[in-house]
């Protein structure tokens, strides 16, 4: 069984993941293995693995914290492995993974007992699942929260801030520099996406800053 890395309970969750995106903003999501190799030779400091599935997921963990990176596997998508508490105690436990994204309250509230980093998916699409979303929050008390489609963080900022003390990481629909500039401006400490064009931005924006490298 794999030890669990015990900055997860000496260091607030919150802080954590703001700290890994301060200089390295941009979040890799991985949407299948064959992508794998490119995201590990990225300068990110946070993986979300968004597709996998029971036989693969240990390899792919264990190759991410090779690379120095911290793993988020996206609960709801996983296959092959059941959405209980057991799950979670299997992927913390016995495949070792930083934390979790997932949009279901349960998962969040075990992952935090199991001493995972918990990031909790909220889609916003009016206002209606705004306000079950915000309510979603303050239930299950996650370490941040990402919003898809990120487009809309620049006009939800404001009414979250007011409900919610978290962090806020941009998803979905990001594809380009404007994206991610828009994101950014409006508030949020990061964004997640699978366009290699932002990977080899922030990558060079890295290489070229010795600061940011040594991050």
Known sequence: MKMKNSVKHNVNG???????????????????????????????????????DIFVIESIVEQIREAGKLSFVHFDLIEGIGKDKTAVAYLAEKVGIDGIVTTKNTAIIEAKKQGLLTIQRLFVFDSVSLDN??????????????????????????????????????????????????????????ISTSSKELWRWQDEQTMSSPSKASM
């Open 133 to 190: 979303g915000i309510k979603m929050t303050k239930a299950s008390d996650p370490d941040a929260i990402e919003v898809l489609p990120g487009m809309v963080c620049r006009r939800i900022m404001d009414r979250i801030r007011t409900e919610v003390d978290v962090p806020v990481i941009a998803g979905g629909l990001m594809v380009d520099f404007e994206d991610f500039d828009t994101a950014l401006k409006s508030g949020v400490i990061g």
């Open 14 to 52: 919150a802080q954590r993941i703001s700290y890994c995106l301060k200089r390295r903003p941009i979040i890799t999501s991985l949407m299948n293995a064959e992508e794998l190799p490119s995201v590990l030779e990225s300068e990110s400091n946070i993986v979300f693995i968004l597709k996998t």
